[in-house]
């Protein structure tokens, strides 16, 4: 606690769970403060960046300090954590505080507003946002205090919102805040009900408009390391640009992915009397987006079981068909997690990632020449995002916070520890998948499912290859997979 208090000035009280309030009113005594303490039932409701297995089998709720400290602070209103849990050798500690509701307001590039936007503004009392969005600002908004955001916003922002309590406060976001906007950010933050949107037209939307293209059936991308999974003859996509620079990323992206006979068009200073048009990647302006019709190139393929041809590999990748059937067990579903486990090319947590913009993947490899070829696969794949740990496991795995929904071991297996890592990590409900070459592998496998139940499967590919001026079937090495529920 002593460690947290010194930046925080006064503490209005002391919360935590029934059966340790008892302590928490020793602390309280202290600091000059009262005590509140809430069910464990109560605690388990309440959403937290932190939450813990070990708690939950201790107290019956996966979170105390943040949980605590939220439902004190927002007993009338919404709450921000200033400080995330902290621990120590005799007591874990996190701070919240009272926070505003908060109406956010989009607004256009030449500084447009909605009449529902300019009324929110008129009433405010704060007004956050760009320093250009600020100077567009009418004089109608009043005497409205007027504070430019940071850079980095995220992590200063619950203080400067919770700075703001008992005030009106509006917030401002380029056209629509929930398209990859503030406004996602700030209900994260303090809940839905504390904040009141007033949306304007995206760029996306305005874009979309401009050219005549359906917005149902248009690709958004953000960051252009995304873009290779949308290239596809046919497909359109809108690049949201980081600068002026982004015309000439995706026309570079485009040539090397055999897409370089693709209809680029830049959009520019949309929704401004300024606007304009052009198909010249070298000559963009700041504020633009990318619209691509892609034509030509082998677009890679959306299902699980991509060619083998298609990736940087020294051998160490999940063939192609066996891949396929790793992929049908492990069933990605949007915004889960998957452990890689024996990454070595990184095929599995990759085609993970491609099934669902919202997947994600973790790819644990010892080799990091390995590790530096899944990062280049990933790339060259369109999915930028996975993350690549370089290390053994169990050793590796022992240092992860987060719980996956799913876990394959693909090499490994055999190593002591590895298997309860992975299972001892897995969420209830969870799958793990693990595919074994070797005998003693096998062996192992076989052993762990007379203990834990699941399923064996015998997989054997045979592909035709010539002999002499003839075809014959070579196999290849059968695998024997094992698929269990947690």
């Not at 250009?132 to 995220?154: D, H, K, N, T």
Request: glycine residues 10%.
């Amino acid at each position: 606690m002593r460690e947290v208090l010194p930046a925080l000035g006064s503490v209005a009280c002391v919360s935590t769970v029934d059966g340790r309030r008892e302590l928490a009113e020793s602390v309280a005594a202290e600091l000059g403060c009262g005590v509140v303490s809430f069910a464990a039932e109560a605690l388990h409701e309440v959403v937290v960046p932190s939450p813990s297995a070990r708690v939950t089998s201790a107290l019956g709720t996966p979170s105390v300090a943040e949980a605590a400290a939220l439902l004190a602070a927002g007993s009338s209103s919404a709450a921000v954590l200033l400080v995330g849990k902290r621990s120590s050798a005799v007591a874990t500690v996190a701070v919240a505080a009272a926070a505003p509701d908060v109406v956010v307001v989009g607004i256009g590039a030449d500084g447009e507003l909605s009449a529902a936007g300019l009324a929110a503004l008129r009433e405010a009392e704060v007004v956050f946002g760009g320093p250009r969005q600020l100077e567009l600002l009418p004089p109608a908004v009043g005497g409205a205090e007027r504070i430019a955001w940071p850079s980095p916003l995220v992590p200063a922002l619950p203080r400067l919102v919770a700075e703001q309590h008992g005030r009106r406060v509006c917030v401002l976001a380029s056209g629509d805040p929930m398209h990859y906007g503030i406004g996602t950010t700030l209900v994260r933050l303090l809940g839905a009900e504390h904040v009141r949107v007033v949306a304007f037209p995206s760029s996306v939307s305005l874009a979309c408009a401009r050219l005549g293209w359906a917005v149902e059936d248009t690709e958004v991308v953000r960051d252009t390391g995304l873009l290779r999974r949308h290239l596809h003859n046919g497909r359109r996509v809108l690049v949201l640009s980081a600068g002026k620079q982004t015309p000439l990323e995706v026309a570079q992206i485009l040539a090397e992915s055999g897409f370089g006979d693709s209809a680029v068009t830049i959009l520019e200073d949309l929704g401004t009397a300024g606007e304009r048009m052009h198909h010249d990647p070298s000559d963009a302006r700041p504020l633009n987006v990318v619209a691509v019709e892609c034509r030509g190139g082998d677009g890679i393929a959306v299902a699980g079981g991509v060619e083998d041809s298609r990736y940087d590999s020294d051998g160490q990748l999940t063939k192609r068909e066996i891949r396929a059937v790793t992929l049908a067990v492990l069933a990605p579903r949007p915004g889960e997690l998957l452990w890689d486990v024996g990454a070595g090319s990184g095929s599995i947590g990759i085609e993970w990632m491609r099934a669902h913009r919202a997947c994600r993947a973790v790819a644990f490899e010892r080799d990091p020449e390995r590790a530096e070829r899944v990062e280049r696969n990933a790339r060259t794949f369109g999915v930028p995002g996975l993350e690549i740990v370089v290390g053994a496991a169990p050793e590796a795995l022992h240092q992860r916070a987060d719980r996956p929904d799913a876990i394959f071991i693909g090499g490994g297996l055999t190593a002591p520890g590895v298997f309860d890592a992975c299972w001892n990590a897995l969420r209830p409900g969870g799958r793990l998948v693990a595919n074994a070459v070797t005998i003693e592998s096998e062996r192992l496998v076989a052993d762990l499912q007379s203990r834990h139940g699941g399923e064996l499967t015998r997989i054997a590919i045979n592909r035709a290859a010539p002999v002499g001026g003839f075809l014959a079937w070579r196999p290849m090495l059968p695998v024997t997979q094992w698929t269990v529920h947690r």
